[in-house]
């Protein structure tokens, strides 16, 4: 394997459930010359000295793992930029708003066919935001009181890593009424969204511009780092929509969380059977290190 000759190589693997684990573990030393230090109970890094890399990540595929494999230098990420709708948050809160305005299949048709690529992110918010006309703003608060969670391991995910010195950054393609409460709730230091525009107590169906997606999300990767005096290769970003790839991909460590196939074909990694505390050990966190 003569790309690992010259490029110190780590393998970090994840696991859920214990046998799994165990079977994982028990593939990667089978298959590997490498040096393993436990990072948890479920949890550990391989330091890769040789080894067919291609057909052991293929072996691990098949079992209920996560896992990265990324060069040693540079793992701890100095900017954290995560999408939050179904990220960072266990909804769509664009879906779960018309659920209260009565049109949850249709919206959510749109937002899954937006997901997956296939209609263009500006058009399609635009159309679903449209829906939502005449909605009381009471909702909004219904909506992230009632159906709004994050998701397991976001806040440690977040706090960790500012405790450790990384900017967090949330940044949506949903709205800055939700962005603000979740990132305070999590930890992040800043939030970037969409705005629902509002009259007389209710939603018009339009939503403020310039709409921020794909592009405005890579900018907003660009403009954290450069004002960190960093590059993308010091970012992590995590998403699970089409509107995150040209962040993820960009990014040191670009992570898909539970994504669409377009997504997940496109990542570093991708996280699918553990929760969010699975990016703290992609970048050699222990969890002694965690920030509860």
């Known amino acids: 394997m003569s790309e690992l000759s010259t490029i110190p190589t780590v393998l970090t693997v994840v696991g859920a459930d214990p046998d799994a684990y165990a079977q994982a573990v028990s593939r990667v030393e089978a298959r590997l010359s490498s040096r393993r230090e436990d990072l948890g109970p479920l949890a550990a890094d391989f330091f890769v000295e040789s080894g067919d890399l291609p057909s052991l990540k293929a072996d691990l595929a098949n079992l209920p793992v996560d896992f990265a494999v990324q060069p040693v230098a540079n793992r701890r990420k ?14 769509e809160c664009l879906d779960e708003l018309a659920d209260f305005a009565g049109v949850k299949a249709q919206v959510s ?10 209609l263009a992110f500006e058009g399609a ?59 305070k709730a999590a930890g992040f230091h800043l939030n970037r969204a969409n705005t629902l525009i509002e009259l007389n107590g209710a939603l018009t169906g339009h939503v403020g511009d310039p ?8 900018a907003a990767l660009n403009a954290e780092t450069a004002a960190l005096g960093l590059t993308p290769a010091d970012a992590l970003a995590v998403g699970d929509g089409a509107n995150d790839l040209a962040m993820i991909e960009a990014a040191g460590l670009g992570v898909a969380y539970r994504a669409k196939p377009i997504v997940a074909a496109q990542a570093d990694a991708k996280v699918d059977h553990t929760d969010l505390t699975t990016l703290l050990y992609f970048q050699g966190y222990r969890t002694e290190e965690f920030h509860q």
């Open 125 to 183: 918010l635009r159309e679903r935001v449209g829906m939502l006309k005449g909605l009381g703003v009471e909702a909004l608060q219904s909506c992230y009181d009632q159906r709004v969670r994050l998701n397991p391991g976001a806040e440690i995910l977040v706090r960790t890593m500012a405790k450790h010195g990384a900017r967090c950054a949330l940044v949506s393609g949903g709205f800055t009424f939700f962005t603000s409460r979740v990132a």
């Open 211 to 218: 709409i921020l997606g794909k592009e405005a999300k890579l």
């Open 78 to 91: 100095r900017l954290l930029i995560a999408d939050m709708d179904s990220t960072i948050i266990n909804v």
């Open 109 to 118: 048709e749109i937002t899954e066919r937006a997901m997956r690529g296939e």
